[in-house]
C-alpha cells in the first residue's frame, strides 16, 4: 500500500534514517483507519493526528485484541518490537534507542507518529486489523492548523513535556478569550496611570522649581520688620565664614527670617563685609539690615581676645567676665584640667613652672558668652596654638637654634615678644638671647638678665627694679641670678615674634636698651655701648 518503504518484516536499522527526513508523514487512506487516527487520541479535543504528534501516545495491545491506553510517552520514545512470527507475546515493548542525526536538529526529540517509526498498518498482516464500520465513530471536524498553533503556541516536534502540552491545552480551550483579555485591559489601564503619574509628577516638579528660580532672582527675600524682640541670643561665627554662612547661622537662631535678606541686607550696607569671627548677643526676629548694623557694633560681641604677648592671667580674668563666672573660676578649671585640653605632646610641667599653659592660649578672637564653659574655650586656644606651631616644625627648628626641644622655642619667643617693642625689635631681640645663651658668651656669663621674666614672676609689669630686690628672690624665674631659660614661656607669643625667633639677625647683638622707657628700643654689641644706652635711659627717665 506504502510502496516501498521497506518493511518485509524487519524492523529499521538503528541510525537510520527515513525517506521523509523527519516530517509527519502523510496518510491518504487513513480515512479507513478513521478511529485510530482521531477516537483513540485522548487529550486532542478533536485535532488532527498530524497537528499533535508531540502529544501523541503509544498503543498496547493485549491477547485479546482490544486497544489499552494505559501508557504515554513522556519524552523517551517507546519503539514496538516486532518479529518474524508478529507482536511479542508478552505484550511489552522493547526500546530501540536511535543514534542522533548529525544533521537532523529534532534528531533527540521522540519520533512523530507516522514519522521516523516504520508502520506495521500499511501490510497485509497488519495486527490488529481494523474495526468495522458499525463501531467506527464519526470524525470530528479538523481545525485549520495555524489554529492548533496559535493555540499550543508551539510548534509540532518540540521537545516539551507532553503531560504539561496536554494540560495547558485544556485550560486554554475552558478559558480562550476571557482571562487573556482582562489581564490585557488591567496592564493597560496601569500603564496609563503609570504614565499619567509620571507626566503629572514631571509638571509639578518643573513648576516648583521654576518657581524658586524665580524667587531666587527676582523675588523678595523673607524678611523681618524692625529691630528684633526683647528675646536675645548669642550667635558664634566662625573665622573665615562668609555672607551665606553667617545668614545661616543667623537664621537657625531666629534672629533673621532668611539667609537670602542678610546677605542682600550685607551688601548693601556700607562697611557691611567687615563683620568679624566671634560670638555676638544679638535678639530676635530681627530684620536683616538691623542685624548686620548690630553686628558692626563691637559692643554687641561676646568674645575675649588674647592679645599678643598678653599673660594667661589675664586671660582667665576675661573669660570670667564674659561669662559672668567668680573671679578665679576658669584659672582653677585651667589648673585642674590643662591636660584635657589638647596640649601637644612635646609641652612641659615640671614643678618649677607657674602655669601649664602658658605660651599655648594663641592670641585671636574666641567666642565667650554666657552659658558656655571655660574649658570649652582654653580648648579652642590651646587647639589653636597647637596647630601653628606644628606647622613651624619647632622640634627641628628648635636644634638648629642650639635649643633642646620646642618648648624652649616657644619660651624663647615669649621673652622676645616681652622685650620687643615693635615689629623691627624681634629679630635683633632673638639674637641678642641666643647670644647670651651661648657658652662663649663673657658679656653676662649666659645671664639673661630680663625684667621681663622678673616681673611675670610678680604678675607686675613694672620696669623699675631695685638690684637689692632682683638679688634677694631666688626663683628661677629671676634671669638675673639664674643662667639660662626660665622655666616656661612667660606670656602667649604672637606670629611675628615666632617668625622671628626662628629667624634671628646676625649682627652679634648681646646688649639693648629701652632708652624713652617705653618703645624706643635700641641695640649694643659690647659692654661700653650698652653703658652708653644706659646713661641715655637715665637722663630720659629723670634717674
Known amino acids: 500500500m506504502y510502496g516501498d518503504v521497506g518493511w518485509g518484516g524487519q524492523q529499521a536499522q538503528a541510525g537510520q534514517r527515513s525517506p521523509y527526513d523527519g516530517r509527519p508523514q502523510q496518510y491518504p487512506q487513513a480515512s479507513q483507519y478513521g478511529d485510530w487516527s482521531q477516537e483513540q487520541q485522548p487529550g486532542y479535543g478533536g485535532q488532527q493526528h498530524q497537528q499533535h504528534q508531540h502529544q501523541q501516545q503509544h498503543q498496547q495491545y493485549d491477547t485479546s485484541g482490544q486497544p489499552q491506553y494505559d501508557q504515554q510517552f513522556t519524552g523517551h520514545p517507546q519503539q514496538q518490537q516486532f518479529h518474524q512470527g508478529g507482536w511479542d507475546a508478552t505484550g511489552t515493548h522493547g526500546q530501540v534507542p536511535y543514534a542522533a542525526d548529525p544533521g537532523d536538529p529534532y534528531g533527540q526529540q521522540p519520533v512523530a507518529y507516522g514519522g521516523e517509526q516504520p508502520d506495521f498498518y500499511g501490510t497485509e498482516d497488519a495486527y490488529p486489523p481494523p474495526e468495522p464500520p458499525g463501531r467506527r465513530r464519526p470524525e470530528p471536524d479538523p481545525e485549520p492548523a495555524a489554529d492548533a498553533e496559535e493555540e499550543h503556541g508551539v ?36 500603564a496609563c496611570m503609570v504614565v499619567v503619574l509620571v507626566f503629572g509628577g514631571g509638571l509639578g516638579g518643573v513648576g516648583y522649581f521654576g518657581y524658586k528660580f524665580y524667587q531666587n532672582r527676582f523675588g523678595t527675600a523673607p524678611d523681618f520688620a524692625g529691630e528684633g524682640s526683647s528675646q536675645t541670643v548669642t550667635v558664634e561665627i566662625p573665622k573665615g565664614a562668609g555672607g551665606w554662612e553667617i545668614g545661616r547661622r543667623l537664621k537657625e537662631a531666629g534672629v ?29 526676629e530681627m530684620s536683616a539690615a538691623s542685624a548686620v548694623k548690630l553686628m558692626l557694633d ?246
Not at 518540540?158 to 483579555?181: A, I, M, N
Not at 627641628?396 to 615689629?423: I, M, P
Open 155 to 190: 510548534l509540532p516536534g518540540d521537545d516539551e513535556d507532553d503531560e504539561e502540552h496536554e494540560l495547558q491545552g485544556r485550560r486554554e480551550r475552558r478559558g480562550k478569550g476571557r482571562k487573556p483579555v482582562k489581564s490585557k485591559k488591567r496592564r493597560t489601564g496601569c
Open 256 to 284: 533673621v527670617k532668611s539667609a537670602d535678606a542678610f546677605v542682600h541686607a550685607q551688601g548693601t550696607t556700607p562697611g557691611g563685609d567687615g563683620i568679624q569671627a566671634g560670638a555676638y548677643l544679638l535678639k530676635k
Open 298 to 543: 563691637p559692643r554687641s560681641q561676646n568674645n575675649v581676645v588674647v592679645t599678643e604677648g598678653e599673660r594667661n592671667t589675664n586671660v582667665y580674668a576675661a573669660i570670667d567676665k564674659r561669662l559672668e563666672l567668680p573671679d578665679g573660676s576658669t584659672k582653677k578649671i585651667a589648673r585642674k584640667q590643662y591636660k584635657s585640653l589638647g596640649l601637644p605632646s612635646w609641652a612641659e610641667n615640671n614643678s618649677d613652672i607657674m602655669d601649664p599653659l602658658e605660651g599655648f592660649l594663641w592670641p585671636a578672637t574666641y567666642p565667650a558668652a554666657k552659658g558656655m564653659k571655660p574649658e570649652a574655650i582654653l580648648k579652642q586656644m590651646v587647639t589653636q596654638a597647637k596647630q601653628k606651631y606644628a606647622a613651624y616644625g619647632l622640634d627641628g627648628k628648635a636644634r638648629e637654634l642650639g635649643l633642646n626641644n620646642a618648648f624652649e622655642l616657644v619660651t624663647v619667643a615669649s621673652l622676645v615678644q616681652a622685650e620687643g617693642k615693635t615689629h623691627d625689635d624681634f629679630r635683633k631681640m632673638a639674637e641678642v638671647v641666643y647670644n647670651r645663651l651661648k657658652p662663649t658668651n663673657t658679656e653676662t656669663n649666659r645671664l639673661l638678665q630680663f625684667d621681663s621674666t622678673y616681673n611675670y614672676l610678680l604678675g607686675k609689669s613694672n620696669i623699675h627694679i631695685s638690684e637689692k630686690e632682683i638679688n634677694s628672690n631666688p626663683s628661677p624665674y629671676n634671669t638675673y641670678t639664674h643662667k639660662g631659660l626660665p622655666p616656661g614661656p612667660i606670656g602667649n607669643p604672637g606670629e611675628d615674634a615666632l617668625k622671628a625667633t626662628l629667624n634671628p639677625t646676625d649682627d652679634g647683638w648681646i646688649y639693648f636698651v629701652a632708652t624713652d622707657g617705653t618703645n624706643n628700643t635700641e641695640f649694643a654689641k659690647t659692654y661700653a655701648e650698652f653703658q652708653e644706652l644706659k646713661d641715655k635711659f637715665n637722663a630720659s627717665s629723670g634717674n
